[in-house]
């Protein structure tokens, strides 16, 4: 099992910028295809974007495509989302998952390690 710890959510106005980190501990990263995920408040949590084990496959949701990057960088076990021009409805509770597997997933149940999560507030 691997213990995940994101940070870097906040508030933010339309338009602006935030760099979620996701910290990982108890296994190196490096095994593992990695995904971001959200929540928004009386929705169901949706897919945001994956990074595959070796980093060249980085599918995106429709509706961050453009605006946020996902990357990692596994000397410091570490996988980050970059979001640009944020938008009110990106507004959500922001986790990270693990998966043991060398390819992603847009699907939350094939994830077997989850963050805590963190908050990210757009303003209008």
Avoid: H
């Amino acid at each position: 099992q691997v213990q995940l710890l994101e940070s870097g959510g906040g508030l933010v106005q339309a338009g602006g910028s935030l760099r979620l980190s996701c910290a990982a501990s108890g296994r190196t990263l490096r095994n593992y295809a990695m995904g971001w995920f959200r929540q928004a408040p009386g929705k169901e949590r949706e897919f945001v974007a994956a990074i595959s084990r070796g980093g060249s496959i980085t599918p995106y949701a429709d509706s961050v495509k453009g605006r946020f990057t996902i990357s990692r960088e596994n000397a410091k076990n570490t996988v980050y989302l970059q979001m640009n021009s944020l938008k009110p409805e990106d507004t959500a509770v922001y986790y990270c998952a693990a998966r043991n597997s060398w390819t992603t997933s847009q699907l939350g149940d094939e994830y077997a390690d989850w963050g805590q999560g963190t908050q990210v507030t757009v303003s209008s």
